[in-house]
């Protein structure tokens, strides 16, 4: 008789590092493919159950989400080092998103269209695809699956879901409250394991209609090669490389204060993280001296916490490295933590003197670090703050409406916002870039029923 070994995996908290919060059983690659086969038969029962009543099931996760707010903010917390109070925070959000598609089943499905023919009645619904495969990250470990699951399970589709193995005690977390809010055995398959193993099972299999995937463009692009090439939808959402730009007429105390919380929330974790800002120079040393007066307010281990694992520590901190050997002016942080040596702690940072040519301007670091720039003018602004291979979110601080209207217009990115800082997105509203910070549809709001349904054209005669 032969045994099977379990591969077990333990969580460690990047905050103490010696701290394992848990452990998980990875699946091997049968059970992968098991799990995607239960996804296939639980089709066609969920995509001929009542969308109102697949609503329901969604409004009663989001009540359970709720009720059990502490502890899946102090598990994720643990798990990749977001503060317990930006994790509470994530959670309220993933039950508005939850709240927000549960409407959706009550939701029209189609409309009825005028024939050249009176005796025809022509009119379309939309109808769901199947299996899909959720792909998604540690940086937001809760609203980013459930912006994903959310829809596709409220258009009828199931879905096989793989979180990121640094987040693995979360999303199972996340599958059990799925199962008490009622969903039905099978719909909602949770797949431990490694990208490299099962992700790339669920990525080739035949039984999968769509894949929508939040992470690195690497991972992307593997992604895209696989499938690309195949039928199969694919929804891809990358990297960032956001600006801010500061007029001379802004309010410099809030675009300071916005500026920082845009570039250091979740300690820079965020595909939307302010990572550039453009000072025009009639107002650079005050708005600077602003700048970095909001940034040594922030505590580190109390409102910012570390970095989520030891190899972004080590990777932020050699991109601060470079920064610094490739002339960037060092003004603040850029070191460890002095006095939390333990866990994964990192300095907000701040480079002056940087310019295109240099790393910490143009490559995504995904840490709390910031590059400030001079420039003459808006015009100059705009032109830089566009040179970059990303175009997912920027930022324009002004009181002139021409120059913030030319903005939106200008912009290359898929969010723009005005006086306010890169980050944020809301339920209702679409949410994606451009150049290579996004492919295929957008996700939320209306736009995520482009993804996961398609069109049927339905013509009866009556005669």
Known sequence: MTTIVKEIRQQFNPACPSECVGQVELMSIEETKAALTVAQEAFEGWKNTSSVARGDILRMMAQLLEENIDIVAETASKEMGKTKNEMIGEVKRGASILRYFAQEGMRSTGEVLPSVSEAKLLYTKRVPLGVIVAITPWNFPVAIPLWKIAPALVYGNTVVWKPSIEVALTGKLLGELFEQAGLPKHVLQVVQGRGSTVGQVLVEAPEVKAITFTGSNGVGQNILNTVGHTKKKIQLELGGKNAAIILADADLDVAARLTVE??????????TATSRVYIEEAVYEKALEKIIAEAKKIE??????????????????????????EGATLVVGGTATKGKEEGYFIDPTIFTDVNHTMSVACEEIFGPVLAVMKVKDYEEAIKLSNDTEFGLSASIYTTNIQKAFDFIERSEVGLVQVNDETGGAEPQAPFGGMKNSSTGAREQGQAAKEFFTTIKTVTINTR
């Open 262 to 271: 845009g570039a250091m929330k979740q300690t820079g974790q965020r595909c």
């Open 300 to 325: 580190v281990g109390v409102t910012m916490g570390p970095v989520s694992s030891k190899e972004q520590y080590t990777n932020i901190l050699a991109a601060i490295d470079k920064a610094k050997a």
